[in-house]
Every structure is written in structure tokens, then in C-alpha cells.
């Protein structure tokens, strides 16, 4: 009897996951009286020129099908992998940030299930004695105090082919060219309780991988993609049961609101993780739990789903498996990876800086403000991130830019810049007309030393801010080596008032101030009348005409004060 008591007790317990929380339960108003709890895998290709198993180099996006497939990829028999340790060191710099737990010796396991996509019918995983275990992740969100996400585990893998559907001819198209690319697998604890707190910690996971050169984190070419796992259950109870969302990598859908449309502008600002996935997703849970006749047995059928880009719904794929329907084994042809602590060492080293050291340094060094440091970190997308971790602290991202700008790089004496000028330069000036021209940082061509020298010639004057906005325009679409100043000279752009020794003065095209105010004020006697009454703000119009006159090269102010003199001695005469 005692024997089938215990036999009774452990399948009750077995209805519960066993959780340890260490967040304090805050109610969401959007679902009152719920808990939503949140776990995420994320799957992250690791940047390096060769597969993780094999010598293959590793594709690009739009590469030609099936061109970087060796024997291996394609699973001939008889072939037999060999370990990239340049993919161990990547993502050894990766747990290394993460604060996790290295372990000195860990193996790889083979994870089968029969997929087309999946040449061998198995995955070279690291299930059971991964490269490292724990860790945590510090994830700031705005309003919110920051919090920790607990990392469970970092594990090696390979990716698998790239299946494509084609409706019109029913027939599904593989491509080998993505089999046997190194992954990391970052599971976080079920630690996240929102949609924004999981869009929070996957853009800071992100720009983590980016910042120690072990990924580009792209999601839109498929170089990180999540895994999302989703349970719902009321305040005081037990964890739900847990659905798994398969494969999120994209980002536009992930910029889509989470409530509300005029909420639009926070979600883009918070856009990494895919809010009208989880929101639909925890809608859909919440409804089958409150359905239900008996709360207390209520439960969501356990399943991995998919998710609609179009219908912003999930889809249900398949009942979830669990570790025996995988048939995990240790891999017989791959021995333990041993690590000595020498090697550990020497990469903890050569760590870059991560994410939240530059924000402190920005905001210590250049006394910037929690937005321009934000604005200024979000501006690198992944494209500079180099191979097998090269020169991981890339010049050419745009925080490295900008440290160059202020830094005093182009100036005459090397003196340090205006951190607020510069800031103002790069990010609305140089940044929004990147964007016009539908371009990224990355296709950016001017140099720090051309781009500091511009805003030099603004500051002392030499040029106006609006031949400043029209130079910065005309570098951008006419590449060059030369200097700005020089450019600014064969443009005719070089202010009235400068002192600059090649200035207007020099040029054909450079009329007397005074004349071009004389000869508008002559060409608009009403507006010049309306001034001598008294409506100054009618002076705008004839300074207007000046400036068009001039093509931007006279101070406005100063155009202002002399006409309103000139008007005002008219009068008087």
C-alpha cells in the first residue's frame, strides 16, 4: 500500500515543473491575475571562415546552392569530422561574457531525427556535457530596474541545410550550403516575464555576440534565431505547461506592436523579440486555461508551433518531443574537448570591451545622456563583425567612430572635439542622410578624419551649418580622398565670414554681402515696406532670398542683422 502511495505521489508531481523564481511576481494589466513565464534558446551561427566539423568555408547570403559542401556535409560514409577550434575560442569568448562556468572537459552527443534538411539524420550536438554551464546576463529596459537573466547552458552545434518550398510545383529545394556551420546554443533560465523583457535581453544577447566578434547576430539572414518557450498559469499556481515557438529571425515582425498602435514608437525602440508572437501566443494559452471546466486540472496540450508572418499567429507543427524521442549518444568518432586553463586565460585576456563597459565609458568620458549612448550602440548591424574574431573591436564600428571624431582625429592640433557636436553631426546629420540614401553605417566611405575636419570648419565658422548639411551630402554621393576644406573650396562653399586665406573672396562667384541685401531689398519693396511698420517677422522672407542668393555661404543671423540695419536707415533717410 505505502509503495502505491509513492507510486501515486510521483505521478502528481510529475504534472509540475520544478521552478525556482527569482523574479518578484508584478501583475501585467493586460492579463490581470496571470503569470507569464519565459524561456528562450537562442541559436547564434558563429562567425568563422570553416564549418564547425568540416574543412568547407562557410556560405554567404545569396550564394549559389550547393557550392560549400564537402564529403562530410553530405554525409558520404566513410567521412569523419574534425573539430574547428576557432569555433571552440569564439565561444569560449561568448561564455566568457556571459559569466558562465567553463568546463575543462565536455562532449559532443548525436541528436537524431529524420529531416530532410539533415543529410547524416542527426545533429553533432553538446546535450549533456556542454562547454559551459550557467552565467547570467545583466538586461536593462527602459522604466523597468534592471534585471538578471540566468544562462542554463552554451553548447556547440552544427545547423542544418536550408529547406525551401516552392508552391507552384510542390517540391521542396535543399541547399547544403548552411549544413555543418557552427552554432551556439544559449539557453537562458525561464527567467523573462514579458514580451519586452524577452525583446530586451535578446537585443542585449546580441550585441554581446557582436561586441566579442563570435557573431554577426543577424537576424534577418538567419545568423540568430530563437526559440521561444511560453507557459501561462495564474498567480499562486503552478507553472503551465510549456509551448515552444520555433525559429524567430525576423526582425520586422519583431518591430511590430505589442499593444496598443500608438505604443508603435516604444516597441521599435524595444524590437528584438517577436512581441505579436508572444502576445498572440499568451492570448491563445490564457483562453484555453479559462475555458476549461476544472481549473485546477486544466492544462495546454504541450507542442511546438510556428508562427505566421502573415496572420501574426502561431501554428501548431508537431506534439513536442522529449531528450528519449531524440535517441541522444555519444558521438564515437569525436573524443572529449579538453580545455587547459592557459587557453581559457588567454582568451579572457584578449576579451573587447562588452556592451555595458562602452556605455559607462560614454557616458563617464563624453557626458553623454542614457539616449545617445542608447542611439549610438544600436547603430552597428552586424557588419562589422569579422571573421574567426579578427580584430574583434572593429575601427569601423560607431562607437569606435565616434571615439575617433572626439578624439580630435583631422583637427589641426589634435585637440579633442565637442562630444555633443560630434554626437549631433553623426547621428542626425551623417546617420539621417545614410538613411535617405537607404544605406547603413557600414557603406558609410567618409573618413573620421574627413568627417571631424567638417565639423571643425562648422564650429570655427568657416563654413555655415547649411553648407555644412549640402558638403556632408555631396561626400556621401562623391567618394574622395581629399580633404574636406579642399572640397568645400572647389564647391564654393567657404563662408563670407571666414578667415580662411582660399576663401569666397577669391572667386568670381563671390558677390559683397552687402550688395546681395541691397539688391533683395530692392526686389521686395512690400516685405522691406512691411519691416519699416514694424512686422520683423516679415524680414524672414527677404533673409531667406539672401541665403538662396548666397547658397547657404552667409551667416543667417548675421544676413538678419544687417538688413534690419539697412531697412531701418532707409526709414530714417
Not at 508603435?264 to 492570448?283: D, G, T, Y
Not at 547603430?379 to 564600428?397: F, H, K, L, P, R
Not at 565639423?455 to 549640402?470: A, C, F, H, R, W
Not at 563671390?510 to 512690400?526: F, Q, Y
Request: glycine content about 6%.
Amino acid at each position: 500500500m505505502l509503495h502505491y502511495l509513492r507510486l501515486c505521489r510521483a505521478r502528481n508531481l510529475q504534472k509540475f515543473r520544478l521552478f525556482h523564481d527569482t523574479r518578484v511576481y508584478t501583475e501585467d494589466p493586460r492579463w490581470p491575475g496571470w503569470q507569464v513565464v519565459i524561456g528562450i534558446e537562442t541559436h547564434a551561427q558563429i562567425k568563422s571562415r570553416r564549418k564547425l566539423f568540416s574543412e568547407s568555408l562557410t556560405s554567404n547570403l545569396g550564394e549559389a546552392p550547393n557550392t560549400h559542401v564537402s564529403l562530410f556535409d553530405a554525409a558520404f560514409p566513410g567521412t569523419l569530422p574534425s573539430l574547428n577550434h576557432k569555433c571552440v575560442d569564439l565561444a569560449l569568448r561568448t561564455a566568457l561574457a556571459l559569466q558562465c562556468d567553463i568546463q575543462a572537459r565536455s562532449s559532443f552527443d548525436r541528436k537524431h531525427y529524420f529531416y530532410a534538411d539533415l543529410p547524416s539524420g542527426y545533429q553533432i550536438t553538446q546535450q549533456y556535457a556542454p562547454i559551459a554551464l550557467g552565467g547570467k546576463l545583466h538586461v536593462n529596459l527602459p522604466e523597468v530596474a534592471r534585471f538578471d537573466v540566468r544562462i542554463k547552458q552554451l553548447q556547440l552545434e552544427q545547423d542544418t541545410a536550408k529547406s525551401t518550398f516552392h508552391p507552384r510545383t510542390q517540391t521542396s529545394h535543399l541547399d547544403l550550403n548552411r549544413t555543418g556551420t557552427g552554432l551556439m546554443e544559449i539557453v537562458s533560465e525561464p527567467d523573462l516575464r514579458s514580451p519586452e523583457e524577452a525583446g530586451a535581453y535578446v537585443r542585449t544577447l546580441q550585441a554581446v555576440l557582436r561586441a566579442v566578434g563570435a557573431s554577426d547576430g543577424n537576424m534577418e539572414q538567419g545568423s540568430l534565431r530563437c526559440d521561444v518557450n511560453i507557459s501561462v498559469n495564474r498567480v499562486g499556481r503552478p507553472l503551465g505547461t510549456r509551448c515552444e515557438i520555433k525559429n524567430l529571425n525576423s526582425v520586422r515582425f519583431m518591430m511590430a506592436a505589442i499593444r496598443e498602435p500608438q505604443t508603435l514608437p516604444l516597441v521599435r525602440m524595444l524590437s528584438v523579440a517577436n512581441f505579436f508572437m508572444l502576445v498572440h501566443e499568451i492570448h491563445r494559452q490564457r483562453a484555453i486555461l479559462e475555458s476549461a471546466h476544472d481549473v485546477n486540472t486544466a492544462s495546454v496540450p504541450q507542442e511546438t508551433r510556428g508562427f505566421d508572418e502573415h496572420r501574426f499567429e502561431t501554428y501548431k507543427l508537431r506534439s513536442k518531443e522529449d531528450a528519449p524521442d531524440y535517441r541522444y549518444m555519444p558521438d564515437p568518432n569525436l573524443g572529449e574537448l579538453v580545455l587547459s586553463k592557459e587557453r581559457i586565460q588567454a582568451i579572457r585576456n584578449a576579451l573587447p570591451e562588452l556592451p555595458w563597459e562602452t556605455s559607462k565609458r560614454l557616458k563617464v568620458d563624453y557626458d553623454l545622456c542614457e539616449r545617445d549612448v542608447e542611439v549610438l550602440m544600436r547603430v552597428d548591424n552586424g557588419g562589422e563583425v569579422t571573421y574567426d574574431g579578427e580584430n574583434s573591436s572593429s575601427i569601423s564600428s560607431a562607437v569606435a567612430y565616434f571615439d575617433r571624431l572626439c578624439a580630435g582625429n583631422g583637427s589641426k592640433e589634435g585637440t579633442r572635439r565637442n562630444p555633443k557636436a560630434v554626437m549631433n553631426w553623426m547621428t542626425h546629420e551623417l546617420l539621417g542622410q545614410l538613411a535617405a540614401r537607404k544605406e547603413s553605417f557600414q557603406d558609410n566611405h567618409i573618413s573620421a578624419e574627413q568627417m571631424g575636419e567638417l565639423i571643425d570648419m562648422v564650429q570655427e565658422k568657416t563654413i555655415t551649418g547649411t553648407s555644412g548639411k549640402l558638403l556632408l551630402r555631396y561626400m556621401l554621393a562623391n567618394p574622395s580622398q581629399a580633404s574636406t576644406r579642399q572640397i568645400a573650396r572647389e564647391l564654393q562653399l567657404i563662408s563670407f565670414q571666414s578667415s580662411d586665406p582660399a576663401s569666397c573672396g577669391t572667386s568670381l562667384f563671390s558677390p559683397d554681402v552687402r550688395t546681395v541685401c541691397a539688391d533683395a531689398i530692392a526686389a521686395l519693396p512690400e516685405e522691406a515696406d512691411a519691416v519699416r511698420k514694424g512686422r520683423k517677422n516679415v524680414l524672414n522672407t527677404i533673409v531667406g532670398r539672401v541665403m538662396k542668393e548666397t547658397r547657404g555661404r552667409a551667416d543667417a543671423q548675421a544676413v538678419k542683422a544687417l538688413l534690419e540695419d539697412m531697412i531701418m536707415k532707409e526709414r530714417e533717410q
